[in-house]
């Protein structure tokens, strides 16, 4: 059985970094897609990056440049490093493994 495990969420004042972890287990992940998505309140779901096997990553036009998702294999993590953060970063962040398996979510706000 997938397990998802998040951390890294909190809160944080504009300008600042945050680092989410979302360590898998229960199965062999270093052929999928491993990601990132957000929801803010009233708002869908959203990419935020993804992540391929090779590591190449796709980000979204809001974060490209702040933004930074890696993956280390030998622990079946995935992070996302998240740099000169602003208020509308405010959302829940969820990790995502292919083909559809989800983390629980972990919060982060940014104040101005």
């Known amino acids: 059985q997938v397990q998802l495990v998040e951390s890294g969420g909190g809160l944080v004042q504009a300008g600042g970094s945050l680092r989410l972890s979302c360590a898998a287990s229960g199965g062999i992940f270093s052929l999928r897609f491993m990601g990132w998505y957000r929801q803010a309140p009233g708002k869908q779901r959203e990419l935020v990056a993804t992540i391929y096997s090779g590591g190449s990553a796709i980000y979204a036009d809001s974060v490209r440049g702040r933004f930074t998702i890696s993956r280390d294999n030998a622990k079946n993590t995935v992070y996302l490093q998240m740099n000169s953060l602003k208020p509308e970063d405010t959302a829940v962040y969820y990790c995502?493994?292919?083909?559809?398996?989800w983390g629980q979510g972990t919060q982060v706000t940014v104040s101005s």
């Open positions: 995502n493994v292919s083909p559809n398996y």
